[in-house]
């Protein structure tokens, strides 16, 4: 889902120009949607709003606490259900919620009905529990995960949008404030410093509101370490 940032290995082919709008698109959801579920501590199963441009029947996913996160039907490297647990299988990732026992007692081996509806239940058992868990935790290990892609998303949209390159970026030093800002046409120019040389971007003026979000989101990443670079752990 997270499109590829791997700045030093691009293709030869440069994107065209509605699909650079496209990943643009689903960056800007990413971040926005992720950097809500984090820092306004939203509960499990989340609701992550996508780009209507996808073309999807429902511009949405579901998202849970869990190493598969996320599943959708779009997408090219989805994970077949058999290879799931007895918990993954409890969790309905199309509606959002979690399976009843008659639903997925048919997914289990056992050849006991009685057998396979206690499998279940126990199953349904440990993914509220692992919910609860999540929802009762800011700082849950899959919350933090969360935390780190919405970094990600926000760092494509940072390149975009300020026309730095990677190498620049991953050096920049902050405090954590957004200062030093000048208004020039609907554009402002914001000073850095990277490596021990001054660095002015300009940014569209629309795009200041998105960089003080992130600023939040890296105090959550941080939680309370100094770090001198705006991006952690790049």
Known sequence: LIPDTTWGNVGTEPASEQQFAHVLSLNYALFTGLSDLILNNKPFPYKLDMPKSLGWEDSFLWLFPVNLWFRSSHWKKDVPEKSFSKMGLSYDYKKGRIYSVDEIQHKYSSSIPSKRRSVARD?????????????????????????????????????????????????????????????????????????????????????????????????YLLNGRNFPYLFHKL
């Open 123 to 219: 199953g349904i058992r440990r993914a509220k529990d692992f919910i609860d868990s999540a929802n009762k935790n800011p700082r849950h290990r899959m919350r933090c995960i969360m935390a780190m892609h919405a970094q990600h998303a926000f760092l494509f949209l940072f390149l975009a949008n300020t026309g730095a390159n990677f190498s620049v970026a991953r050096g920049i030093e902050t405090d954590g404030n957004v200062d030093n800002i000048q208004v020039n046409q609907g554009y402002r120019v914001i000073k850095y410093r990277a490596q021990g040389k001054e660095v002015a971007l300009t940014t569209p003026a629309a795009f200041i509101p998105h960089l003080r979000r992130f600023m939040e989101l890296r105090q």
